[in-house]
């Protein structure tokens, strides 16, 4: 049966915002993801449907509060919540925040290259 942990899982996202780990089991990634700061990441969206993450999520809030924003509501998860987040959200994560979070390799990966680009052009935006 495949496994991981966080000591193990590599680390790909490592910015001063957020800490990122991830592995792939079968089908599925697993993110541990460790928030320093508040983040608000809905441009990176753009240019997906509804420029809304794409990618369904399974997690659990281990510390502090995420927000998961719908066209027509909010569903707000604490520490020691399971959520599902359905495609179609944006999220809104606060400083202190770790979750682990189990989503469809596939999906995340199409959601991911968008989200890639938009981070990448604003980084040059920011550079020049």
Same mark, same amino acid.
């Not at 240019?47 to 924003?69: E, I, N, T, Y």
């Not at 999220?91 to 995340?108: R, W």
């Given at each position: 049966?495949?496994?991981? &942990?966080?000591?193990? &899982?590599? /680390? !790909?996202?490592? *910015?001063?915002?957020?800490?990122?780990?991830?592995?792939? !089991?079968?089908?599925?990634?697993?993110?541990? *993801?460790?928030?320093? +700061?508040?983040?608000?990441?809905?441009?990176?969206?753009?240019? /997906?449907?509804?420029?809304?993450?794409?990618?369904?999520?399974?997690?659990?809030?281990?510390?502090?509060?995420? $927000?998961?924003?719908?066209?027509?509501?909010?569903?707000?998860?604490?520490?020691?919540?399971?959520?599902?987040?359905?495609?179609?959200? #944006?999220? !809104?994560?606060?400083?202190?925040?770790? $979750? #682990?979070?189990?989503?469809?390799?596939?999906?995340?990966? *199409?959601?991911?290259?968008? $989200?890639?680009?938009? /981070?990448?052009?604003? +980084? +040059?935006? +920011?550079?020049?």
């Amino acid at each position: 049966m495949p496994r991981t &942990a966080k000591p193990e &899982a590599p /680390l !790909l996202l490592d *910015e001063e915002a957020v800490e990122g780990r991830y592995s792939e !089991l079968d089908d599925y990634t697993v993110g541990f *993801e460790t928030f320093h +700061q508040d983040v608000d990441p809905a441009p990176l969206f753009r240019g /997906l449907p509804d420029d809304a993450c794409q990618s369904p999520h399974w997690g659990v809030v281990l510390k502090g509060r995420m $927000v998961f924003r719908y066209p027509d509501h909010d569903e707000v998860y604490h520490a020691g919540d399971a959520y599902y987040g359905a495609p179609g959200h #944006v999220p !809104l994560v606060f400083a202190g925040t770790e $979750v #682990v979070e189990f989503s469809p390799t596939a999906a995340m990966r *199409e959601t991911m290259a968008v $989200v890639g680009r938009n /981070l990448a052009a604003a +980084q +040059q935006h +920011q550079e020049a």
